[in-house]
């Protein structure tokens, strides 16, 4: 076991803020960091591999899991589920590592309760026209689930004030050197405190 603490880090972001691409980039920047693999019962896509980009589990699967109290948080997505093991998560912070969950609020709120000392980062983007793009640009669904993910996207955007730090994706390359700052204990000017967030989230929520 290691003699430091190990830090939990905890991401999240509307649907098209392009939160899974920093979270590669972030990873291949800080070696440090482990990733924790998600269990869900979404079928999976075709570049998704079992055990890399997600556990993929059956809905009866699922339930037995949140049953056993094996989930450290879980939520229901769209019309799917996800959650996060608890023991995976417990053992690399209790050997001193730095792990990073990508999940949604409601699975943020969860760990927060559970696990108080974690830092949570909420990332948006620059205009709602540039979400609407990015959902757009996916190619990959149809106009009626884009329609409701943007929906969905304004509902999750309400709760950045749930978050200890807020990331604006307008510039990638900017976006991700922010989300190294906080993993590198140097976030303190990212704080969701800070005014501009307030100011953004209120234009990306008016209708």
Known sequence: MSTEPGRLYVIA???????TSLVKALMEREPRLRFSVSYTTRKPRATEIDGRDYHFITPARFREMVAGGEFLEHAQVHD??????????????????LVLLEIDWQGARQVRERQPEARTIFI??????????????????????IQRRLQDAQRDIGHWTEFDYVVINDRFDQALEDLHAIVRERGDPLAA???????????????
Do not use: H
């Open 124 to 145: 948006l983007p620059p205009t709602r026209r540039t979400l609407e793009e990015r959902l757009n640009a996916r190619g990959t669904d149809s106009a009626e689930v």
């Open 193 to 207: 405190s800070r005014p501009e967030i307030k100011r953004l989230a209120a234009a990306l929520l008016a209708t």
């Open 13 to 19: 972001a509307p649907s098209g803020a392009g939160k």
């Open 80 to 97: 799917n589920f996800y959650g996060t093991g608890i023991k995976a998560v417990r053992d690399a912070l209790a050997a001193g590592g």
